[in-house]
């Protein structure tokens, strides 16, 4: 049973750059949800894709932007980096459901590093 | 804004013993809790959900909800020196979409 998958591992980018990251979800999800996570912190909410759309969105600025593919894989981009946007990039997928929150399950992340 | 707060630790705790971390959240209609284990360098695992007041045991694992104290506690017994890492809170309002995660509790278990 695959999990989540998400490449690349790992990314250098320089400031002003722009980024794509992507993410196939564990067999069965239809949801997917990317998180930022710096270092000695918990994971940040970005934002949350169903059924291709942008279901909700976390406090980050448009530079975050993002896609679902009919498959269900997603891409997360980032446009004019900044220093700032160094950091470990999850994503996680979940099967929507009824009522309450149901799991979530997180891929290896995407580390990435803005000189 | 809608917070969850954990010590961050260390907790040191010997081979053998109970670790007990603690979370606390600020929204009071959250009705999903999950706990995440993350190794250093590593994604974060589910090790434990729990949506209804009360314990859930799962093997050494206990989690421990109080909606009234708006409280969410995991007890690890018999802890292992490979149980030492950074265990998160996450919390999910009912119908909502994103998972508001504490800033984990560091867990060391000395041999």
């Known amino acids: 049973d695959a999990g989540v998958t998400q490449s690349p591992t790992h990314l250098i980018k320089t400031r002003g750059q722009q980024v794509t990251l992507r993410c196939s979800p564990k067999?069965?999800?239809?949801?997917v949800s990317w998180y930022q996570q710096a270092l000695g912190q918990g994971p940040q909410f970005i934002f949350q894709?169903?059924?291709?759309?942008?279901?909700q969105r976390g406090n980050f600025p448009d530079r975050f932007s993002g896609h679902q593919f009919p498959n269900y894989s997603s891409e997360l981009n980032v446009n004019a980096l900044l220093l700032g946007d160094s950091a470990l990039y999850l994503c996680?997928?979940?099967?929507?459901?009824?009522?309450?929150?149901?799991?979530?399950?997180f891929g290896d992340g995407t580390r990435l590093s803005i000189l | 804004q809608k917070e969850v707060e954990q010590n961050s630790g260390p907790l040191s705790v010997p081979e053998g013993a109970i670790a007990s971390l603690n979370c606390t959240y600020s929204?009071?209609?959250?009705?999903?809790f999950f706990w995440y284990r993350q190794y250093s360098g590593k994604s974060p695992e589910l090790i434990m959900s729990?949506?209804?007041?009360g314990d859930k045991e799962d093997g050494r694992f206990t989690a421990q909800l109080n909606k009234a104290s708006q409280y969410v506690s995991l007890l690890i017994r018999d802890s292992q020196p490979s149980d030492s890492a950074t265990y998160l809170c996450?919390?999910?309002?009912?119908?909502?979409?994103?998972?508001?995660f504490g800033p984990g509790t560091r867990l060391s278990v000395l041999p």
């Open positions: 996680a997928s979940s099967l929507a459901g009824q009522g309450v929150g149901q799991p979530q399950h």
């Open positions: 067999s069965g999800h239809d949801t």
């Open positions: 894709y169903y059924e291709e759309e942008e279901r």
């Open positions: 929204d009071r209609v959250s009705q999903s």
């Open positions: 729990i949506y209804s007041n």
């Open positions: 996450a919390v999910n309002e009912n119908y909502g979409q994103n998972f508001v």
